[in-house]
């Protein structure tokens, strides 16, 4: 077991309550915006990297997907509470599932890539295991300056603090990326992204410091893909700051929330794409 699944498993007990906050609930809130027009009634997903399984069952119960959750911590999977269509399973590495190829319609990855040692390789297991034209969401911590440059200066700032420090997840945390960059893993990986939401910040998903400090991204598992190699550009490792030009240029718009989502209405944008 790595240190970032250790570290999860030692906040596992209280991972659920998480999503008793907004900062939390507003994933809930992206992912209805994301799939609104979609129809998953009856169909296989996989999440990967679950926790304790909230997306799981809401991808279960608001859009009758039948779901299978794995994750590398055993306690974040013995407190996946039972739901109808759900099932849940403790894996060793979602970069080696076990599972068969083309088994799902979707796959969920939330929060979950910036853990892995080799998100790359993560990403091909993922497309490996969704059948052609399938969809993937994904989020990912965004490498733009103003989302990330308030959270490490309070990461680094608060590091000595001992237990109750500010952002510590970050000390497992290794890869962020710019939109661009990570639009480019996922065409490499067999990926073609359709839509973006960014949101997050040092206050909440309406944030007053680093405005969007995460991306979910939306794509298709493109038909006929073989995977070529190398992946020809590096992308973000450890809490540097991977940036391009093309992140700058965010047009940003509210969404509508529905009782649905989320009690409050945190604030999402999208992006062209
Ligand atoms: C930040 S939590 C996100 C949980 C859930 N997806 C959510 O959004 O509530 C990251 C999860 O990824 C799991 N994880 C980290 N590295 C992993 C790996 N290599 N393989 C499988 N799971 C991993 C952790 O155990 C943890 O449950």
Same mark, same amino acid.
């Given at each position: 077991m790595n240190e970032a699944v250790q570290f999860h498993s030692q906040i596992a007990s209280g991972w659920e309550s998480n999503y008793a906050s907004d900062v939390f609930s507003v994933r809930m809130k992206v992912l209805s915006e994301l799939l609104a027009d979609r129809d998953l009634a009856?169909?296989?997903?996989?999440?990967?990297?679950?926790?304790?399984?909230?997306?799981?069952?809401? =991808? &279960?119960?608001?859009?009758?997907?039948? #779901? +299978?959750?794995?994750?590398?911590?055993?306690?974040?999977?013995?407190?996946?509470?039972?739901?109808?269509?759900?099932?849940?399973?403790?894996?060793?590495?979602?970069?080696?599932?076990? =599972? &068969?190829?083309?088994?799902?319609?979707? #796959? +969920?990855?939330?929060?979950?890539?910036e853990y892995v040692p080799d998100p790359l390789a993560a990403l091909r297991e993922l497309r490996r295991v969704l059948r052609p034209n399938g969809l993937l969401l994904v989020s990912v911590p965004n490498a733009h300056p103003i989302a990330r440059w308030p959270v490490l200066a309070i990461y680094r700032l608060t590091k000595h603090f001992g237990r109750r420090r500010w952002f510590e997840y970050l000390d497992h945390s290794k890869h962020c990326f710019s939109k661009s960059r990570f639009r480019a893993l996922l065409d490499s990986c067999g990926?073609?992204?359709d839509a973006m939401r960014t949101w997050g910040g040092v206050h909440g998903p309406s944030p007053i410091l680093g405005h969007g400090t995460l991306l979910m991204f939306r794509a298709v598992a493109v038909d006929g893909y073989e995977f070529s190699g190398s992946f020809p550009i590096s992308y973000g490792v450890g809490t540097s700051i991977h940036c391009d030009r093309q992140g700058l240029s965010e047009a940003g718009s509210s969404f509508s929330t529905s009782k649905l989502d989320c009690a409050k209405a945190p604030r999402t944008r999208t992006d062209g794409i």
């Amino acid at each position: 077991m790595n240190e970032a699944v250790q570290f999860h498993s030692q906040i596992a007990s209280g991972w659920e309550s998480n999503y008793a906050s907004d900062v939390f609930s507003v994933r809930m809130k992206v992912l209805s915006e994301l799939l609104a027009d979609r129809d998953l009634a009856g169909q296989k997903w996989l999440d990967a990297g679950c926790g304790t399984g909230t997306l799981a069952r809401f =991808l &279960a119960e608001r859009k009758g997907c039948k #779901v +299978l959750g794995v994750d590398a911590s055993e306690e974040m999977i013995s407190r996946c509470a039972p739901a109808a269509n759900t099932k849940f399973r403790q894996i060793r590495d979602i970069c080696e599932t076990g =599972l &068969a190829d083309e088994t799902f319609d979707g #796959v +969920l990855c939330s929060s979950t890539l910036e853990y892995v040692p080799d998100p790359l390789a993560a990403l091909r297991e993922l497309r490996r295991v969704l059948r052609p034209n399938g969809l993937l969401l994904v989020s990912v911590p965004n490498a733009h300056p103003i989302a990330r440059w308030p959270v490490l200066a309070i990461y680094r700032l608060t590091k000595h603090f001992g237990r109750r420090r500010w952002f510590e997840y970050l000390d497992h945390s290794k890869h962020c990326f710019s939109k661009s960059r990570f639009r480019a893993l996922l065409d490499s990986c067999g990926f073609r992204a359709d839509a973006m939401r960014t949101w997050g910040g040092v206050h909440g998903p309406s944030p007053i410091l680093g405005h969007g400090t995460l991306l979910m991204f939306r794509a298709v598992a493109v038909d006929g893909y073989e995977f070529s190699g190398s992946f020809p550009i590096s992308y973000g490792v450890g809490t540097s700051i991977h940036c391009d030009r093309q992140g700058l240029s965010e047009a940003g718009s509210s969404f509508s929330t529905s009782k649905l989502d989320c009690a409050k209405a945190p604030r999402t944008r999208t992006d062209g794409i």
